[in-house]
């Protein structure tokens, strides 16, 4: 369960939920991007969400229901990868989009996570491996919950989201041109979760390359980090 939101008014700003049960995590600040990290059995810890120094932001939900449709089959690309790739810098978004634009990409063995990139300029390309993907071009605000957009509510899930992702479109179709980071928040907490818990709020000023988190929904508790 997570929520993802860009948004594009007088400033691009970006905000992330990570909704999850009995994984380890921690939060890394470096001068190079804010980097939350999940402790993998075999990879160790591994830089999956966050922002960078270059004004990127990775954020990846996990789609419910699952889609046998992601499994790994033939050649293909790793979702995981890909999301690795442009949080530490190795490959852009527009080098991302061209490649899935022409092959097909994968989750992992019973799991569809999907992508949800967006860029400096306030760009968006969401992934739904075995479905598709989609590219906005700044938009007003673009959200992915934990529902396929290809499926919106033909599929339902307890932990879909569908209700998460209208809380947000609500508060979003009434937000001013001066939305700032305390607005993103506003909404990160309208949409926070207690069942599958919120551990990470992120909200990322992309102008600014400034980061602002808060852990386990303490709001009055925020850490701040500025990029170099």
Known sequence: ???????????????????????????????????????????????????????????????????????????????????????????????????????????????????ALSDADGNVLHIIPGQGNRYYEKTDYTILTNFSPYKQEAETHPWMGWDRYTVAKEMLERASDDFDVDDCFDILKAVSQEVCPTVVSMVFNVEERTVYWCENRNWDKKEIWRMK
């Open 1 to 115: 369960m997570c929520t993802s939101i860009v948004v594009n008014k007088k400033k691009t700003i970006v905000g992330w939920n990570l909704d999850i049960l009995d994984m380890e995590y921690r939060v890394r600040p470096d001068e190079k991007g804010v980097y939350i990290e999940i402790n993998d059995a075999t990879e160790g810890w591994m830089p999956l969400f966050g922002a960078n120094s270059r004004g990127d932001f990775v954020g990846m939900p996990t789609c419910w229901p699952t889609d046998k449709r992601s499994d790994p089959a033939g050649d293909g690309e790793n979702i995981i990868r890909l999301d690795i790739d442009l949080l530490l810098q190795r490959k852009t978004l527009k080098e991302i989009r061209d490649i899935v634009a022409v092959r097909p990409v994968y989750s992992i063995p019973g799991v569809t996570f999907m992508s």
